[in-house]
């Protein structure tokens, strides 16, 4: 994923980098995945680990239904077993992560889709992803709805901001904000560097 490029196009995946989506349900982070998925070539996969994911809902956000596989897996002894054989045969891999799994598991994750060129985006269901693992990270900071205003009406929107930081960004937290009209298109439509924090010294 380049940050470097203009606020009006798609998040895009590179073959070969790790995005972590990191935050609680209810900010859309699937949304958002599957529509990075779907611009991803060759056969696409996504591993359900709550048994949410439909695949009417990755087809509704432009994941092709001809090269998209949908495979549940819970287990985090199993996990890591059935994710890196996808990212072994596939373009492009959309994986939920179960709480559990050994950091060393996820960093050889990481590494073998280095290796492969594959596309990977993890989601932790529950916490954090260990540091050194992906190429760019997107932390869920808030989410804005438009169009039920007052209690009633038709949603038209959603906003969703996200931090973005990691090599991706070139090193620089930057808060972007993400739109969502319910098309196939989810557009970056705002970004602003973020200061880092500095250390006390004394």
């Known amino acids: 994923m380049n940050f470097a490029q203009r606020e009006d196009q798609e998040l895009d995946l590179v073959p070969g980098q790790v995005v972590g989506l990191i935050g ?6 699937t949304r958002i995945g599957l529509r990075m998925l779907a611009g991803a070539d060759g056969w696409l996969a996504c591993v359900d680990v709550r048994g949410w994911l439909c695949p009417a809902a990755a087809w509704e956000a432009g994941v092709s239904a001809e ?25 492009a891999v959309y994986a939920e992560v179960p709480a559990g799994v050994a950091p060393q598991m996820l960093r050889r994750l990481g590494a073998l889709a280095r290796a492969r060129s594959t596309s990977l985006i993890l989601r932790p269901v529950d916490g954090e992803l260990p540091g050194g693992i992906t190429f760019t990270r997107l932390e869920a900071q808030g989410v804005a709805w ?34 969502d009209d319910g098309t196939d298109a989810v557009r970056v439509v705002s970004r602003v560097a973020v200061a880092m924090p500095e250390r006390a010294v004394g």
């Open 24 to 29: 609680a349900p209810g900010f859309g982070l």
């Open 67 to 91: 090269r998209l596989v949908v495979v549940r897996c819970s287990d985090p002894i199993q996990w890591p077993q059935v994710t890196a054989a996808l990212v072994e045969g596939m373009g």
């Open 146 to 179: 438009y169009g039920a205003e007052e209690g009633h009406g038709r949603l038209r929107s959603r906003r969703v901001q996200l931090l973005a930081s990691g090599k991706g960004t070139g090193g620089i937290q930057q808060l972007i904000e993400v739109e």
